[in-house]
């Protein structure tokens, strides 16, 4: 373990990466609740690029690297004046041991006077998580600490209701496939109902993610959701923190 984490170390230099930041807003005040840090090339190439030069072997120092990017990149954008919190995706296997390498993450949040406690960490899993206890483990332990803790992509492959048999994060971001159209479709809007209710009689925050439209957007708020992140609202922005256009404010627009 203590290898791994000096390799980790070793390598952090090797990766040349930036950070844009997309908001997560409060829709009962219109101001941004978190920033999500999605991770861009130094030029601002898509994360997609960027993801694919990441060996197996490098996934470990690249997912500390993203943190310090991360909070660095916030900081120097604005992120403490608002307020709002920052998001931050890890891969739950690129952690040998939570209280180990999260050292990183507390002494840049230290020297950039990011307030911990402000931090979010959010996972997903493309393929299914063969070790839920280590999981399990991560999650307790950045709760324990202050942390903020959401499962993304939650209704999409293996981010499903199993997880939260196992472990509760503090947040859940329901999928784009739940909210595409679902102002349209009775079935899509009685099964993110049916989430919304499951989430809050376990005390989990609900986020709903990829909100393109205006319709969309009332028939989340109408189903109780509070926090949503879309385009509708903002786009993310490289190296900065974007202004939000609520939908109402979209309308005086268009009308001026």
Same mark, same amino acid.
């Given at each position: 373990?203590?290898?791994?984490?000096?390799?980790?170390?070793?390598?952090?230099?090797?990766?040349?990466?930036?950070?844009?930041?997309?908001?997560?807003?409060?829709?009962?005040?219109?101001?941004?609740?978190?920033?999500?840090?999605?991770?861009?090339?130094?030029?601002?190439?898509?994360?997609?690029?960027?993801?694919?030069?990441?060996?197996?072997?490098?996934?470990?120092?690249?997912?500390?690297?993203?943190?310090?990017?991360?909070?660095?990149?916030?900081?120097?954008?604005?992120?403490?004046?608002?307020?709002?919190?920052?998001?931050?995706?890890?891969?739950?296997?690129?952690?040998?041991?939570?209280?180990?390498?999260?050292?990183?993450?507390?002494?840049?949040?230290?020297?950039? $006077?990011?307030?911990?406690?402000?931090?979010?960490? =959010?996972?997903? @899993?493309?393929? +299914?998580?063969?070790? &839920?206890?280590? /999981? *399990?483990?991560?999650?307790?332990?950045?709760?324990?600490?202050?942390?903020?803790?959401?499962?993304?992509?939650?209704?999409?492959?293996?981010?499903?209701?199993?997880?939260?048999?196992?472990?509760?994060?503090?947040?859940?971001?329901?999928?784009?496939?739940?909210?595409?159209?679902?102002?349209?479709?009775?079935?899509?809007?009685?099964?993110?109902?049916?989430?919304?209710?499951?989430?809050?009689?376990? $005390?989990?925050?609900?986020?709903?993610?990829?909100? =393109?439209?205006? @319709?969309?957007? +009332?028939?989340?708020? &109408?189903?109780? /959701? *509070?926090?949503?992140?879309?385009?509708?609202?903002?786009?993310?922005?490289?190296?900065?923190?974007?202004?939000?256009?609520?939908?109402?404010?979209?309308?005086?627009?268009?009308?001026?």
């Amino acid at each position: 373990m203590k290898s791994g984490c000096q390799g980790c170390r070793s390598q952090l230099h090797e990766f040349a990466i930036s950070m844009a930041f997309q908001p997560i807003v409060d829709v009962e005040t219109g101001k941004p609740f978190v920033y999500e840090a999605l991770v861009r090339g130094i030029n601002g190439e898509p994360a997609a690029e960027v993801l694919a030069s990441i060996s197996e072997e490098s996934r470990y120092a690249f997912d500390q690297k993203c943190r310090v990017a991360a909070i660095e990149g916030a900081v120097a954008a604005g992120i403490r004046d608002t307020g709002a919190r920052l998001s931050i995706n890890f891969l739950p296997n690129a952690v040998y041991s939570p209280l180990a390498c999260i050292q990183l993450t507390l002494k840049t949040a230290l020297a950039t $006077g990011f307030p911990t406690e402000r931090l979010i960490f =959010e996972f997903t @899993e493309n393929e +299914e998580m063969i070790d &839920t206890e280590h /999981v *399990r483990g991560i999650i307790e332990t950045y709760q324990q600490l202050g942390f903020g803790t959401a499962i993304d992509d939650f209704g999409a492959g293996h981010a499903g209701l199993g997880l939260l048999v196992k472990f509760q994060t503090d947040y859940i971001k329901l999928d784009m496939a739940l909210i595409r159209g679902l102002d349209g479709c009775l079935p899509q809007r009685k099964v993110v109902d049916g989430v919304v209710r499951m989430a809050r009689s376990l $005390g989990i925050g609900v986020i709903a993610e990829g909100i =393109e439209t205006a @319709e969309e957007f +009332e028939t989340l708020r &109408t189903l109780g /959701v *509070r926090y949503i992140q879309g385009y509708l609202l903002a786009r993310p922005r490289f190296e900065g923190l974007p202004p939000i256009l609520m939908p109402d404010e979209r309308m005086v627009s268009a009308a001026a």
